[in-house]
């Protein structure tokens, strides 16, 4: 089945504590991207990648950081999380960034930062 | 200034009876994509339906259709015959085509109830 995926699904963590969020998708798609989505704020876009080792920030990259190293799969990581980034977090991705592609989504990632 | 417009923060409709969520889109390209995506409760992000900017059919899945008026800029999503199961957010999104990779926006959402 194609699909992104995400892990984990919830986490509550406390301030300063590294952490990452893995992301992978089985669809051979060229971009990835992340990002959070907070009440009264939509979809922000924090990092995204369009292929192997070429990522490039979003609207919100601060506090974050991204790798591409694998086609498949993009961890986000939040070195020295603070509870301004308590949020909901998507992974998507899409074949290119024709705009005929539409970004596949994977089923978020709940982040409490206390 | 906002690419995307939803100007209904909130909706409701009967069961069975159709109903327009709005999206207005700013943009200078020739070449773009409109989506509509669809958020329920559970929080996963579900695609629904697109309109290329060149297309002159308007887009239509099942009981989701597009309402395209391209001199306006606005893309409309039209729900016929509502469901109980149709209550949830819905996100318009636009992606540019002579934006360099960070070419996917979205609008603030618009929450749909279905009443009973």
């Known amino acids: 089945e194609a699909q992104v995926t995400q892990n984990p699904r919830y986490l509550i963590t406390v301030t300063g504590k590294k952490l990452t969020v893995t992301c992978s998708q089985n669809?051979?798609?060229?971009?990835m991207s992340w990002y959070r989505q907070d009440p009264g704020l939509g979809l922000r876009q924090i990092y995204y990648?369009?292929?192997?080792?070429?990522?490039d920030k979003g609207d919100v990259p601060e506090g974050y950081k991204v790798s591409r190293k694998e086609k498949r799969n993009f961890p986000l990581i939040l070195e020295s999380p603070s509870p301004n980034q308590t949020s909901l977090y998507f992974c998507?991705?899409?074949?290119?960034?024709?705009?005929?592609?539409?970004?596949?989504f994977g089923p978020g990632t709940r982040l409490t930062v206390l | 200034a906002q690419k995307i417009t939803q100007t209904q923060p909130g909706m409701f409709v009967q069961e069975k009876e159709a109903v327009t969520l709005d999206c207005t889109y700013d943009?200078?390209?020739?070449?773009?994509?409109l989506f509509w995506y669809k958020q329920p409760s559970s929080g996963e992000m579900i695609f629904l339906i697109y309109?290329?900017?060149?297309?002159?059919q308007n887009a239509t899945e099942g009981r989701y259709s597009l309402n395209f008026q391209k001199a306006r800029k606005s893309a409309n999503l039209v729900i016929s015959a509502s469901q109980l199961g149709d209550s949830a957010m819905y996100f318009c999104a636009m992606r540019e085509g002579q934006v360099y990779g960070q070419n996917f926006v979205f609008g603030p959402g618009t929450r749909l109830s279905v009443l009973p």
């Open positions: 669809m051979n798609h060229e971009y």
């Open positions: 998507a991705s899409s074949r290119g960034t024709s705009v005929h592609n539409e970004q596949f």
């Open positions: 943009t200078s390209d020739q070449s773009y994509g």
């Open positions: 990648s369009m292929n192997v080792e070429v990522t």
């Open positions: 309109q290329g900017s060149y297309d002159e």
